[in-house]
């Protein structure tokens, strides 16, 4: 058997894949002569297995789900690739091979290895700017040419011009139909999303809101620093949105830094309204997280529902 299994949190049983599934996975895919001098798991994401694969030639960075959904991997390299493309100062880690599940084998999704390092005087600065860069990349409409995922959880990305259409019916609808699905709505709360849906127009009436390129997931553990004190971003969920949703992540769950916060606003001023607007943009992922872990992201919910639809 490829898995062993763990006490892991996450969507779904978690199943360790074996020293010798990874061996065989890479042998398999990167080449029969390829040698593996060693496999050192890494914590720190809240989905995958992951670890550092240390080979004759190089080492990778290599994650694993035995339940990923169809795609998943290859949205998560289309979103890197697609930050690349509009990066220059921020690093993205290129992706080298990407595998579906396969029966009882995993998914897998291999990349490069960033060798962890301090920050520098610089680097978080940096990090705010890298920011601002990617969110002056734009598109003509808000959403994404394909589906992806947020967490393990399907996050579509239809496109269209009306950002508070595409707030209510892209990001918040899904989650709050899932949440029912799942029970985790008392009727308190499911009355009073209903309402907030009624009146999202009202609060998130930006006329002029343009369709940034997001990383979509940033938290603070979605970037590292390299050896160089280069910021790194990994993990996106990336798509065409008001870049207000990226700067609410930066500000819910902490890990940036306030000179990430000063360099942003310098170099890409927020809007008038934005600390309105932000609980708006974080209940999408509160959501996600009371759909994936459960109610004790109950009360944070609660707490911004009661404050826009008391
Ligand atoms: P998950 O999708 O499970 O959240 P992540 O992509 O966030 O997994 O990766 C888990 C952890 O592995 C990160 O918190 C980070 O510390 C480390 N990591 C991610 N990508 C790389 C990489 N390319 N090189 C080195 N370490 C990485």
């Known amino acids: 058997?490829?898995?062993?299994?763990?006490?892991?949190?996450?969507?779904?049983?978690?199943?360790?894949?074996?020293?010798?599934?990874?061996?065989?996975?890479?042998?398999?895919?990167?080449?029969?002569?390829?040698?593996?001098?060693?496999?050192?798991?890494?914590?720190?994401?809240?989905?995958?297995?992951?670890?550092?694969?240390?080979?004759?030639?190089s080492v990778w960075f290599l994650k694993m789900h035995a339940h990923a959904p169809y795609g998943f991997f290859d949205a998560e390299w289309d979103g890197l690739e697609a930050l690349r493309t509009a990066a220059s100062l921020l690093r993205i880690p290129h992706v080298q091979k990407a595998e579906e599940r396969d029966g009882e084998w995993p998914?897998?999704?291999?990349?490069?290895?960033?060798?962890?390092?301090?920050?520098?005087?610089?680097?978080?600065?940096?990090?705010?700017?890298?920011?601002?860069?990617?969110?002056?990349?734009?598109?003509?409409?808000?959403?994404w040419q394909a589906d992806n995922f947020i967490g393990i959880l399907l996050q579509p990305n239809t496109r269209t011009d009306h950002w508070p259409s595409f707030w209510r019916d892209q990001?918040?609808?899904?989650?709050?139909?899932?949440?029912e699905k799942r029970n985790r709505l008392p009727s308190e709360r499911y009355r009073r999303l209903e309402r907030l849906m009624d009146r999202l127009d009202h609060w998130l009436d930006t006329s002029d809101a343009v369709p940034s390129l997001l990383h979509g997931d940033l938290w603070g553990g979605n970037w590292l620093v390299d050896t160089d004190g280069r910021p790194c971003l990994i993990d996106p969920a990336a798509y065409h949105g008001h870049r207000e949703v990226d700067l609410a992540m930066t500000e819910l769950f902490g890990g940036f830094p306030k000179t990430f916060h000063h360099a942003y606003r310098e170099a890409y001023p927020v809007d008038p309204g934005y600390e309105e607007r932000r609980p708006l943009y974080q209940l999408y992922y509160l959501l996600v997280h009371l759909n994936l872990f459960g109610e004790g992201y109950g009360e944070?919910?609660?707490?911004?529902l009661r404050r826009y639809a008391g």
């Open 107 to 143: 998914a897998w999704l291999l990349m490069e290895w960033i060798h962890p390092g301090e920050p520098g005087p610089r680097t978080a600065e940096v990090l705010g700017q890298g920011l601002a860069e990617l969110h002056r990349f734009t598109a003509s409409a808000f959403g």
């Open 171 to 179: 990001r918040l609808l899904p989650q709050f139909r899932l949440a």
């Open 1 to 57: 058997m490829p898995w062993h299994r763990t006490g892991n949190q996450g969507e779904g049983n978690r199943l360790m894949p074996t020293r010798e599934t990874i061996e065989t996975i890479l042998r398999k895919r990167l080449g029969p002569n390829l040698s593996v001098k060693g496999i050192t798991p890494v914590s720190g994401g809240d989905m995958n297995d992951a670890f550092r694969v240390e080979t004759t030639k």
């Open 300 to 304: 944070s919910v609660d707490r911004i």
